[in-house]
């Protein structure tokens, strides 16, 4: 089973705290559409072997394509490869577009449109659902539309997840939990939650370095992570990955298939690509990515994944997850050194209770974080590469 992702790079404004590529300019919008749909045809040999299970549209701004524009890219996909019955087809969403897109349209009938071409959960951008907070980051949507977009967003879709950030300088204790309340108050099932960082680059980074925004703290962000943790658990959601919570049957499929380091393809500019083998990833440049697929040229660059990359990668994705680290996997597939090297390093972090080797549903022995490691996880992973 496989995946696609489609990069949208688009966005009507900068957020303060994105890296990502994306580009204000929707000059190019009808180029770079044609050249995703001929992306998908250049690379279906790719996939040729593998069902496809999930396609996620992230970005940037996905839904600043017309459902129309979204169903050319779906119709592709269905004519050029093999689709899994009742796959899970995502698209990310910022409140305003689905509450205020087409001036001739009623706000409701844009999330019926997005319903009929094959959309069946949406990622919503929330980040917070209060006002100032939303202005420091510079989102696009205010805290009215937030909230107007799940009451509409709730009648029509049952599968839909929220990004929440936490960490913001000045949001107190209180008003982290307000925002919990008022995602549980939906009815939503799904939470992907963040810490707010500071890229470098970033116009935050600017602001931060110029004294005009004060710096994310650690423990403010390691408060409201613990938060997070407990209030989620109350409401019966799993803490399947660091950043995601979800009711069961509602985790990602999308994003768990990454963690569990299953292929998938990347389509658009700055996408990766993943074949357990190597990576790709196409330029991260919109025009250079249009000329390039128009002259019939895959505009990425490969890395062949060595012993060492693979294994790296498979801590830092277990050490994520509730699935954690398959020990047997480590010592069939990276060898009995790696697998002692592996034993007696982690053991530091086991002493410390940051680590824990237990038992799966399999019977299987695995690694894992403890409660106490959760938030230390990437630093933990990383204290355990191959150097």
């Known amino acids: 089973m496989s995946g696609i992702y489609i990069h949208i790079p688009f966005c009507k404004q900068a957020c303060y705290y994105c890296d990502f590529h994306f580009s204000t300019s929707l000059r190019k919008k009808d180029d770079l559409i044609s050249c995703l749909i001929k992306e998908l045809v250049l690379r279906k040999n790719e996939l040729v072997n593998e069902t496809i299970e999930t396609i996620y549209f992230g970005g940037g701004t996905p839904s600043l394509l017309s459902p129309k524009e979204i169903q050319l890219i779906i119709n592709t996909i269905q004519q050029n490869y093999s689709l899994k019955n009742n796959l899970e087809i995502t698209l990310e969403a910022n409140p305003d577009d689905l509450t205020s897109k087409f001036v001739d349209k009623k706000a409701q009938d844009i999330f019926k449109e997005y319903m009929s071409v094959g959309i069946n959960r949406l990622s919503i951008g929330i980040q917070s659902f209060f006002e100032q907070d939303l202005q420091?980051?510079?989102?696009?949507?205010?805290?009215?539309?937030?909230?107007?977009?799940?009451?509409?967003?709730?009648?029509?879709?049952?599968?839909?997840?929220?990004?929440?950030?936490?960490?913001?300088?000045?949001?107190s204790n209180q008003r982290w939990k307000e925002n919990l309340s008022i995602a549980f108050d939906f009815g939503i099932k799904h939470i992907s939650s963040y810490a707010l960082t500071v890229e470098p680059k970033t116009i935050?980074?600017?602001?931060?370095?110029?004294?005009?925004?004060?710096?994310?703290?650690?423990?403010?962000a390691k408060d409201h992570f613990d938060i997070l943790i407990n209030e989620t658990q109350k409401k019966g959601f799993i803490h399947y990955e660091i950043s995601n919570f979800g009711i069961p049957r509602y985790f990602s499929k999308h994003n768990t298939s990454y963690w569990l380091g299953k292929k998938y393809l990347g389509i658009g500019p700055s996408a990766h690509s993943f074949n357990k083998i190597q990576r790709s990833w196409n330029v991260s440049n919109n025009i250079k990515y249009i000329k390039d697929i128009q002259a019939n040229k895959l505009p990425s660059e490969i890395e062949k994944l060595s012993v060492k990359d693979q294994f790296n990668e498979y801590i830092m994705t277990g050490l994520r997850t509730i699935w954690g680290v398959s020990l047997i996997k480590i010592r069939e597939e990276f060898g009995e050194m790696n697998y002692t090297q592996l034993i007696n390093n982690a053991q530091k972090f086991?002493?410390?209770?940051?680590?824990?080797?237990?038992?799966?549903?399999?019977?299987?022995?695995?690694?894992?974080?403890?409660?106490k490691g959760k938030f230390l996880s990437d630093g933990l992973a990383s204290d355990l590469f191959i150097i």
């Open 204 to 220: 935050l980074d600017k602001f931060i370095r110029n004294g005009k925004y004060p710096s994310p703290k650690e423990e403010v």
């Open 136 to 171: 420091m980051m510079n989102r696009a949507h205010n805290a009215i539309e937030a909230k107007n977009c799940l009451t509409l967003a709730t009648k029509y879709f049952e599968n839909i997840t929220i990004d929440l950030i936490y960490g913001i300088p000045k949001m």
């Open 350 to 371: 086991i002493n410390e209770g940051l680590l824990n080797i237990e038992i799966n549903e399999a019977g299987k022995k695995i690694l894992k974080t403890t409660e």
